[in-house]
Each structure stands twice: as structure tokens, then as C-alpha cells.
């Protein structure tokens, strides 16, 4: 079981620029795939990117791609969100996941239900 914790959520203009990070503690950060996914009210929680063990693969949603970018650093456990180009429909609440890949498996999924470990989330907001 890994902890996650999300910083650097906030309030930004339509058109603007934020950045997500999510520190994790409490296990070998290279055993886990690494995703980011949010909710927004009303709606389901979907994964909005997701990165490999050593950034081999990368898996961006349909809604977020051209303007996010995952990326991780395995020194300092911490997986980030680079998000650019934000609109009001990119108003929710981000969750830092993990998925546990004991065996060193590096096949991405967009499905919630994979991720065992969440962080508490950071509220973005995007004011049109």
C-alpha cells in the first residue's frame, strides 16, 4: 500500500496553466503505475492520464490530450500533472492513483476500478 498526497490544485482563468503534483510514501514508488484522474459533480471519477513504471508508456483520455501532461520522478516518488489550455469543463476534483504491478506488468488502465490507492484529491477550478 502506497500514501498519496496531492498538492497544487487552485482557481485559474479559462486559457490558463496549472500543475498537480502527488508525493507518495510507504512503498517502492517504481512497483506502481502511477494515474491521475478526476470528478467532477455529478459525473463519474475517470482517469485522465496515466504513466508507466519508468515512463514507458503514457495514456492520455480523449478530453485532456494535446493539453496535459503526466510525467514522473522516481527519485522523489512524485508524479505530476501538467495542465494547459484549462476550460470550464476541466472543473473537478484531481486524484493522484496507484496500481500495484508486482510482476512489473506496464500496461496502462483507464479504469478506476484498477487503482488501489488514492490520494484525498485537490479541487481545480476554471472560471470561464
Known amino acids: 500500500q502506497v500514501q498519496l498526497e496531492e498538492s497544487g490544485g487552485g482557481s485559474v482563468q479559462a486559457g490558463g496553466s496549472l500543475s498537480l503534483s502527488c508525493a507518495a510514501s510507504?512503498?517502492?514508488?517504481?512497483?506502481?503505475?502511477m494515474g491521475w484522474a478526476r470528478q467532477a459533480p455529478g459525473k463519474e471519477r475517470e482517469i485522465v492520464a496515466a504513466?508507466?513504471?519508468?515512463?514507458?508508456?503514457?495514456y492520455y483520455s480523449d478530453s485532456v490530450k494535446g493539453r496535459f501532461t503526466i510525467s514522473r520522478d522516481n527519485l522523489k516518488n512524485t508524479v505530476y500533472l501538467q495542465m494547459s489550455s484549462l476550460n470550464a469543463e476541466d472543473t473537478a476534483v484531481y486524484y493522484c492513483?496507484?496500481?500495484?504491478?508486482?510482476?512489473?506488468?506496464?500496461?496502462?488502465?483507464?479504469?478506476?476500478?484498477?487503482?488501489?490507492?488514492w490520494g484525498q484529491g485537490t479541487q481545480v477550478t476554471v472560471s470561464s
Open positions: 492513483a496507484a496500481d500495484l504491478r508486482i510482476y512489473g506488468g506496464t500496461t496502462l488502465s483507464w479504469l478506476p476500478g484498477s487503482y488501489e490507492d
Open positions: 510507504g512503498d517502492t514508488f517504481t512497483k506502481y503505475i
Open positions: 504513466i508507466s513504471q519508468y515512463s514507458e508508456n503514457i
